[in-house]
């Protein structure tokens, strides 16, 4: 496959690596099952050309979304780029270039961050959550919802009177 | 609002709504999604004074149920008048994002709309449906899935729960002869005495006990003594049991009858994606008003979304939660082809979709675990409390990478099917197009 640290090259890179380990995968099956071992035990060696299938799959349908709904973004770039390191087989000099690409999109992405999370639309009752309300009260939703333990609803504990007084004063 | 959150949503250079219309399928699909949400949510019937955390198991279920039933009377009386059955569905996205509103951790319900519905509707003749399928919907009747044993896996004809037919009475005598036999993880139990809810005589039901997540359901154990049920409550769309006792395999295809599995694996990748955007939304805003540290001297704290560490943990999350979306719309498109492939007698595309569903299930349910959890280690020790709700949805997404296939089942399944292709190939036939790159690997040898 043509390798030239694009979206696409990164696509071609992972059906590269997926056909090649199909490959290897049926190789060594056929190579067990000729030395004796069943069909069926020889499969537990093929996962990782599961892995890499599911992969592309869902690169291209994101890839092939953002071109045509969103236009090529940082978004999907830094997604595809973050794969590469996981599963691909590519140079030194390729993982260096890639890796600069991905901290300079990290700061494009960096802006528009919340935006993106906020075009998801979670109102905060589905959200369910101090830290990740609207209004990013977040402080005020921690010591209000610290405030419902049912372990604040008396001053003294009666664990204190029951167990830990006792303790203290030698009568356990 | 928080000014630095104010601040983050003033400098955001591109059209929000332009995403959400893209993210919800269109803005029509937005306006309808925002209406349901103000129906079923501005009531405050999902508000619960004390915090779900803080109640004992016993409460915690007693309120789920409680939230179910008045949940569901609000989809009932209220969206489906709205709506109509026809658009909204009872697995419509919206139905379940909504319900989380309710649900910190899970709807009693969920098995039976999740399973129990679908099930009937793929496994079911008409007659049956016409039956079985108005009672269920209207919640006459609360179904469960018994699938799973104690001691064994899924693997059909290993089971060891026994359902002999006595053509005498025409029905199924079903017996748990040991332990290990006994249902397990069956949900929503409602093998029970209608009006009382009292079990019925030769069933042994009860609560397994807590468990990570999940514990608002009333999943438990389900044992049967020689319990009786009528050969016509048999799902006979695929296969029939005659008054005789004669088996009629009727499906044209031995997968046909894991449909109700197949649509199931592919909702989780949309359950996946969904889950992963909230946890993700979660740690975003709370990045954006956490400060931290002193990078430069006299220098105020900077906001931790600034940190470079911070971006590389959750700009992945937001990235892999929309390719999420997009590969889930894209299975469901896919599968709805299948589907109406197979109305029409084709079941060609069978094995691929049941590859795809299977790795799709496995990868996105993995992967969004561990970037729930990502995001959980990105909000420090906040996120550690059960009220940043992200516990919750790592132990609630962590469920579904196990149950309808483990992970590692669902890519030794995948990975039959990819050997299979290349054999295929190299053997100079057509492959599925999703494979069509193993051509050109074979030929060109690489």
Known sequence: ASWDGSPDGIIKSFQATAAGKISACVTSIRKRVKSGMTFEDAWELTTHSSISEADIISLQQRYEEHLTLIRPNAVGLVDAFEHRDEHSSISEADIISLQQRYEEHLTLIRPNAVGLVDAFEHRDEILNSTLGAYDGRVYERLMEEALKSPLNAEPVNQSFHKYLKPFFQGKL | VNEDLAKERRKCNFDIQELTFIIDGGEKNTIARRKIEDIALNGGASLDKIPEECLSPTEKYENAVRKSVLYSKIVKDELLEFTGLESLGLNSPVIRRTSDAFFKDISPFLLHLGMFVPTIMGQCTAEQQAYWLPRALDMQIIGTYAQTELGHGTFIRGLETTATYDPDTEEFVLHSPTLTSYKWWAGGLQIRDKETHMPLPGIKVGDIGPKMGFNTADNGFLGFDKFRIPREHLMMKNAEILKDGTYVKVARHGKLTYGTMVFVRVV??????????????????????????????????????????????????????????????????????????????????????????????????SDSAALIEQCRLACGGHGYMLSSNLPFLYSFVTATRTYEGDYTVLLLQTARFLVKAWEQAEAGNPVTPTLSYLCDAVKGKK
């Open chain 2, 268 to 365: 989780l990748v949309s359950e996946a994606a969904f889950n992963l955007a909230k946890a993700i939304t979660i740690a975003v805003r709370y990045s954006a008003v956490r400060r931290q540290s002193e990078p430069r001297p006299g220098q105020p704290e900077p906001q931790i979304l600034d940190y470079m560490t911070q971006q590389h943990k959750l700009f992945i999350c937001i990235a892999t939660a929309h390719a999420l979306q997009l590969t889930s719309d894209w299975l469901w498109r896919t599968f709805t082809a299948v589907l109406k492939d197979l109305r029409e007698g084709h079941t060609d595309s069978l094995p691929e979709l049941h590859a795809l569903s299977s790795c799709l299930k496995a990868i996105s349910t």
